[in-house]
């Protein structure tokens, strides 16, 4: 069993990094739309770091932050102990296909996951949740996915549907 010594206080910091992230992105979207439009996935993830880089100076994050390369997962550490997996739609609505149900490409140590969204339209939006709050379903594609809503109803996890709690091994 993983028994955590981090605090709510330091979830609360976390969440006010990514709020922060979001603005940063915000700001820049607000001045070249066109630019987040033609985004590929790889190209928003080197975005969201950026942000999270910013928005972590003179804070308990600055120089923790790791963007990860390649097919892993979460796509970027925070202190060794949180994670950003992001994710985009160019369509107008807020879910996606997400990760292998089986997590065999996860970053041991990680135990608090985000799902930092962007929605790459005009206007482009962007939110953040905890990864576990918006898993609404699976899906086969080559492997078990689980599949994303960022408006999921709070009861309506695909956990809840089973009877079961979200952790990570």
């Not at 603005?23 to 996935?41: L, P, W, Y």
């Not at 932050?65 to 060794?80: N, S, Y």
């Not at 296909?97 to 790459?120: A, C, P, W």
Request: aromatic share 12%.
């Amino acid at each position: 069993m993983i028994i955590s010594k981090r605090t709510e206080a330091e979830g609360a910091a976390f969440e006010s990094l990514l709020n922060s992230g979001i603005n940063v992105i915000q700001s820049e979207a607000a001045k070249s739309s066109k630019r987040f439009r033609g985004q590929s996935s790889s190209d928003f993830e080197k975005e969201v770091y950026s942000s999270l880089l910013i928005s972590a100076k003179n804070t308990e994050f600055e120089g923790t932050i790791q963007l990860v390369t390649g097919h892993r997962f979460p796509d970027i550490v925070v202190k060794q102990y949180y994670g950003v997996e992001v994710k985009i739609t160019k369509q107008d609505h807020w879910r996606s296909t997400g990760n292998s149900v089986l997590e065999t490409t996860r970053i041991e140590g990680v135990e608090k996951i985000y799902l930092f969204f962007g929605k790459l339209i005009t206007p482009p939006q962007f939110k953040f949740r905890k990864y576990e709050e918006c898993l609404y379903n699976i899906a086969v594609t080559h492997s078990p996915r689980y599949l994303i809503d960022m408006e999921l109803n709070e009861g309506n996890t695909i956990f809840d549907k089973m009877g079961q709690v979200f952790f990570l091994l």
